[in-house]
């Protein structure tokens, strides 16, 4: 099991990362780790979650933290980002009012970003904020939306509209919740790994152009953790160099947007990746090598790298003016400079976007 510690203006909380450690019986669950981590609490917690997790998972996870000392009462919302919002919130706050769960009561979220985001939201909420710990069961959860404290529910009028900063008193990710990942779920988290590699981790990269990342995931998945670490570290509350952690957003966001959501988030910053990248050796911000290294990557592990075709140059290019990411009247690039390191660029030339997309778009 590999430790990552996490310093926030309020604290720091640690990350576990490994193997059933949230399986009873083993040395880690006969350990008093957790009660250790948080304290003098409740014993009473609530586990909040999906049916699809809670039937691959939650027995498991459930007789863990028995063997930690504590009583969980398992709460589920309908699994889906269309759920993650105000109304399954408000049904939340019910049950944990009906269970009457006390304000030292730790929450826990079991599932991917969305159980995260949404249970992270009513930890910050309910009874003007209550402890929780984090519990990823996907790839992405793990490399991204269990770190960093954003927690958020979606709105009509956009995604993720409604949200606090609320850091986790720790974060369990359990590496073998991934066995019963299914393909499509595992590639999209392998997007952003392989994004955390180019904006701040050469070697984790080149592990991941090398080896097949489900048998040694072991190997690098700390390595993906650490670079969302160090950003969310330098910036807690993303007023600068979290902005990084966006490389392939600004172009993903704008596909996913035109496709009206069937185009997959992970595919979506594939895509993007793939633009950005070649949009930096446009301008001379990378050479062409690094940007055909990407696309090599990603292509490899069976993640899109072409704009669809049915997708113009300049209805992508307005629906990124409309993105909530924009700064002012233009739109805000992340490039990749060099493997490890990214910069951030705002004025570029309107022409050599749409030149990048139409380069990029698949051909008939
Ligand atoms: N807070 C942040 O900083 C941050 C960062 C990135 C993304 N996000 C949010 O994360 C969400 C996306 O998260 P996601 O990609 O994990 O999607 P998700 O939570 O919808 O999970 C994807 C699917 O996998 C299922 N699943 C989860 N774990 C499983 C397992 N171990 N085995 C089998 N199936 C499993 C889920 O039930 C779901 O159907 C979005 O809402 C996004 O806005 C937040």
């Known amino acids: 099991m590999e430790t990552l510690k996490v310093k926030t203006p309020e604290g720091t909380y640690p990350i576990f990362i490994g193997a059933d450690i949230l399986t009873p019986h083993t040395a880690f669950a006969r350990s008093s780790f957790l009660t250790q981590v948080l304290g003098q609490t409740e014993q009473v917690c609530a586990l909040i979650t999906n049916p699809t997790v809670a039937r691959l998972h939650a027995a498991r996870v459930v007789e863990a933290l028995r063997a930690h000392g504590f009583a969980p009462r398992v709460f589920e919302i309908p699994d889906g980002e269309q759920f993650k919002n105000l109304a399954t919130v408000s049904a939340v706050y019910d049950q944990l009012i009906d269970a009457?769960?006390?304000?030292?009561?730790?929450?826990?979220?079991?599932?991917?970003?969305?159980?995260?985001?949404?249970?992270?939201?009513?930890?910050?909420?309910?009874?003007?904020?209550?402890?929780?710990?984090?519990?990823?069961?996907?790839?992405?959860?793990?490399?991204?939306?269990?770190?960093?404290?954003?927690?958020?529910?979606?709105?009509?009028?956009?995604?993720?509209?409604?949200?606090?900063?609320?850091?986790?008193?720790?974060?369990?990710?359990?590496?073998?919740?991934?066995?019963?990942?299914?393909?499509?779920?595992?590639?999209?988290?392998?997007?952003?790994?392989?994004?955390?590699?180019?904006?701040?981790?050469?070697?984790?990269?080149?592990?991941?152009?090398?080896?097949?990342?489900?048998?040694?995931?072991?190997?690098?998945?700390?390595r993906a953790i650490r670079v969302k670490v160090d950003v969310v570290q330098r910036d807690p509350f993303e007023q600068g160099e979290r902005t990084k952690l966006n490389l392939g957003h600004t172009f993903g966001h704008a596909l996913e947007k035109l496709s009206q959501f069937s185009l997959r988030h992970g595919d979506a910053v594939a895509i993007g990746v793939v633009c950005a990248a070649r949009l930096a050796t446009q301008l001379q911000v990378c050479d062409a090598a690094l940007a055909a290294r990407i696309e090599n990557v990603l292509r490899a592990l069976e993640l899109p790298v072409r704009v669809p075709r049915d997708m113009p140059a300049d209805a992508i290019l307005e629906a990124m003016q409309s993105d909530k990411k924009r700064v002012g009247a233009r739109v805000r690039f992340v490039l990749p400079r060099a493997l490890g390191e990214a910069c951030i660029v705002d004025d570029v030339p309107r022409e050599m976007v749409i030149r990048v997309i139409e380069e990029l778009r698949v051909q008939v």
């Open 100 to 222: 009457r769960l006390e304000r030292n009561a730790i929450l826990f979220a079991l599932g991917g970003g969305v159980v995260g985001d949404l249970a992270g939201f009513v930890a910050a909420t309910y009874l003007r904020g209550v402890p929780f710990v984090q519990l990823p069961t996907t790839l992405l959860a793990m490399v991204d939306s269990s770190v960093g404290g954003k927690v958020a529910v979606d709105h009509p009028r956009g995604k993720n509209l409604i949200g606090a900063f609320k850091q986790p008193r720790a974060v369990i990710a359990d590496t073998h919740t991934l066995t019963t990942l299914p393909a499509t779920e595992w590639r999209a988290g392998m997007a952003e790994a392989i994004k955390h590699g180019i904006i701040g981790d050469p070697e984790l990269f080149a592990q991941l152009e090398h080896g097949n990342g489900r048998l040694t995931i072991d190997a690098w998945l700390p």
